[in-house]
């Protein structure tokens, strides 16, 4: 790499602390679960190995994982090559690219080209970004050697590594519809309370155990007989499948069910069967909630947002970066963010109740045009 001893000594010294770098720096969080495979990034040319050590390229798949992981134990897995991936992860990304090296005969031993590339798995995998990161020196792929504002303290890794926790949290569900359907997940429980559908100019209610059958306009009402005094909501979940308010009351206006009485929701309404192109299951989710005394509001935590996306000509004036990145695409796409006000105040009012206050059971409708 033409470095000089002192150069190569702190250079040696800055690579062996690839696994234990990362100390003082947050990554953003992720507002769900989701997995990163790291498959590798291959030697696209001019990286030389020191004796004893691995290739460079190996030892950034475990740079880049530590970084990704760090702060995003609970809600972020990352796997390198060799390691077992988690199947119940959801949804999970490809991480790979390459990098390169350039041999100049200046002390400092010539640039660096890290390209990664970040696919969401599926059919078909889809290229969710790309970047393109240049360290200026061996030293700045994983530190901010000459102090730049513009750079993260673990230099490329770090300037990357926010760029690939950016893309995954922008293809991630909005954390209000995430914490729904986890609720949901938590408190399915069929001996909290009964339900039952009663489809408006039939005969008796239905039971909810197997799918409902109906048609489009079909009217539709759910008996509801819980086993203690607490409120009760309905969600449905839409063809974009997002939960939507099916019967969750103002604040103040609440249905109130009494302990083993029934109690028939939406009321003197119906819910309503919507048109579909063809043969449809549409899902709505009961919940119940035991009474605990007035309704109390926390908002969510906000979505924690990448690092500034500069362009290879940012903060160029007498002297450029030590490390750039460019974005070249296609970058995901920006999705409208969540907003039911019903559905949100569900969420509020879960996040402060103690467990074992909630209960719910979903119902099946499928739909025949």
Do not use: C
Not at 259 to 269: C, E, L, N, S, W
Not at 328 to 350: E, H, L, W, Y
Request: glycine share 10%; proline share 8%.
């Amino acid at each position: 790499m033409n470095l000089t001893t002192p150069t190569k000594i702190v250079a040696l010294s800055v690579i062996f602390s690839i696994s234990t770098l990362l100390t003082t720096h947050s990554a953003p969080a992720l507002a769900a679960p989701a997995e990163v495979h790291i498959i590798g990034f291959k030697d696209a040319g001019g990286l030389v190995a020191f004796p004893g050590e691995a290739p460079l390229n190996d030892q950034l798949n475990t740079g880049l994982a530590k970084y990704l992981r760090r702060g995003n134990a609970s809600r972020l897995t990352v796997t390198t090559p060799g390691e077992k991936a988690t199947a119940a992860a959801s949804p999970q990304f490809d991480l790979e690219g390459d990098i390169s090296h350039t041999v100049t005969g200046t002390e400092d031993g010539g640039p660096y080209l890290w390209v990664l590339r970040l696919y969401k798995l599926g059919t078909p995998r889809t290229l969710v970004n790309q970047w393109a990161g240049t360290a200026r020196t061996y030293l700045d792929i994983t530190s901010n050697t000459h102090k730049d504002s513009s750079v993260p303290l673990e230099g490329l890794i770090g300037a990357l590594g926010d760029r690939v926790i950016a893309a995954v949290t922008a293809v991630q569900p909005d954390p209000v519809v995430s914490s729904l359907g986890s609720l949901i997940d938590k408190t399915t429980d069929a001996k909290r309370f009964d339900a039952a559908v009663t489809v408006d100019g039939a005969k008796g209610p239905v039971s909810i155990d197997a799918p409902i059958k109906l048609h489009p306009g079909d009217k539709f009402r759910v008996g509801v007989t819980a086993h203690e005094t607490a409120m009760v909501f309905v969600v449905a979940y839409g063809p974009d499948g997002l939960p939507f308010a099916a019967f969750v009351p103002k604040q103040g206006q609440e249905a109130y069910l009494d302990a083993d009485k029934p109690t028939t929701v939406p009321g003197d309404r119906s819910f309503v069967v919507d048109s579909v192109s063809g043969p449809t299951d549409k899902r709505y989710v009961v919940l119940v909630r035991k009474s605990a005394g007035p309704v109390q509001h926390v908002a969510l935590d906000p979505t924690a947002q990448g690092a500034n996306m500069g362009s290879f000509g940012d903060g160029l004036g007498e002297r450029a970066p030590s490390v750039r990145v460019l974005d070249i695409g296609p970058g995901a796409p920006k999705t409208a963010k969540f907003n039911d006000p019903g559905i949100r105040r569900i969420v509020d009012m879960s996040r402060l109740d103690p467990e074992g206050t909630w209960a719910s059971r979903t119902i099946t409708v499928h739909v025949e045009p």
